[in-house]
């Protein structure tokens, strides 16, 4: 898509067929807006009530999160929609109780846990930051704590010390994730779910992060397959946005209310 599109440009290869197009969506920073504290996050009843209307229409709805799948289901609190959580390892289909975790990345998971469990010490909780288990992903959050400064300097100690183990680690807005060395992104994630629906044309992802830049490539990737026709690339902007991001999104939006200006334009 040319740089210059506008957003209605962008969107119109979805609205022409709904009945073929998918929306995936990341949450925090694109749904929700971004909060001090992860676990006081959530979706504005008025994005709901947009994102209601476009999972009528459409035929897959989705939201891509770092967080995990049942936590995403509870704070965007609608049951008919597709969550993909985790980075892209757990997938919870609508309606559904189960989570399907990834193989590969439930196999090091207790190694994560002892990793993490280990390093939750008495330094990190002076510092006051603050642990988010995702079973097979740690995250540890510093956003708003007293000294940002000296927390993140702890964790890079932290990091080094996941590497050396032979974990992977991925740094986010204020937050470090101690991972499984093996490939997460929602990127995957994406092309998994994608794949599992053969009359998806036209796909749009929107995202706000690092990890959003991943759900672009790979939706281009199945356009570079032929596995779909075309792929649209939303990016947030905020305070905070990344310029990897700026650069690789065909359009963008500004900060979680044009996220819900794109969905009742999606949904007329």
Not at 5 to 33: C, E, F, H, M
Not at 168 to 176: D, F, P
Request: charge should be negative; include cysteine.
């Amino acid at each position: 898509m040319p740089p210059a599109a506008t957003l209605a440009d962008a969107l119109q290869p979805l609205r022409d067929d709904p009945s073929r197009a998918a929306i995936l969506l990341d949450i925090d920073g694109t749904l929700a807006p971004i909060v001090r504290h992860a676990e006081d996050a959530h979706v504005p009843e008025s994005t709901r009530t947009a994102l209601i209307a476009v999972a009528r229409q459409y035929a897959l709805v989705a939201c891509i999160s770092g967080r995990q799948a049942a936590t995403a289901r509870s704070m965007v609190a609608i049951g008919t929609l597709t969550y993909v959580g985790a980075h892209g390892v757990e997938v919870l289909n609508p309606g559904g109780t189960q989570v399907e975790l990834d193989r590969e990345v439930a196999a090091w998971q207790d190694r994560v846990q002892r990793f993490a469990d280990r390093h939750d010490t008495d330094e990190l909780r002076r510092l006051r930051i603050r642990h988010e288990d995702k079973q097979a992903i740690r995250a540890m959050h510093w956003r708003g704590v007293p000294d940002e400064a000296a927390a993140e300097a702890a964790l890079h100690d932290v990091a080094a010390d996941a590497e050396r183990s032979g974990l992977a680690v991925h740094w986010g807005r204020k937050v470090l994730e101690i991972r499984p060395p093996v490939e997460i992104s929602k990127g995957n994630g994406i092309k998994r779910l994608l794949r599992a629906h053969d009359d998806i044309d036209v796909a749009l992802y929107v995202g706000d992060d690092r990890t959003d830049v991943d759900g672009f490539d790979g939706l281009r990737e199945l356009v570079e397959q032929g596995r779909l026709k075309a792929a649209v690339c939303v990016g947030v902007m905020s305070e905070e946005t990344p310029q990897e991001l700026t650069a690789a999104a065909d359009v963008l939006v500004d900060g979680t209310g044009g996220v819900r200006g794109m969905l009742e334009a999606l949904g007329a």
